[in-house]
């Protein structure tokens, strides 16, 4: 599996980017990019720019997702969902309402 990690800009020379960490991320299909601006990495590439709170969000679950790995308590993991519960796609929704219950 293969995951996009949020990366912040320090640098921009044409379509090469450096990030905090001092890793050279091709910019080609985010050309607007800016020093100081996030990021989202895949591969090698930024495949386009993410707001900081979107940022943040996926590095908390990222972080989240180590910590369970790691057989620890995600009590305070993805903040974003604890004032609503998760809502299924409208596909699985349906499949639910239609009583499906595998696949």
Known sequence: MCIGIPLR???VDGVAGRTEDGAVIDLSLVPEASPGDWVLGFLGA???LLEP???AQILDALAAMAAALDGE???SAFADLTD???TLPPHLEAARAAG???A
Request: aromatic fraction near 0%.
């Open 84 to 86: 609503r519960e998760p």
């Open 9 to 11: 800009l320090t640098g």
């Open 46 to 48: 930024a495949r386009r």
């Open 53 to 55: 709170d979107e940022a």
């Open 100 to 102: 499906l219950t595998e």
């Open 73 to 75: 308590r995600l009590d």
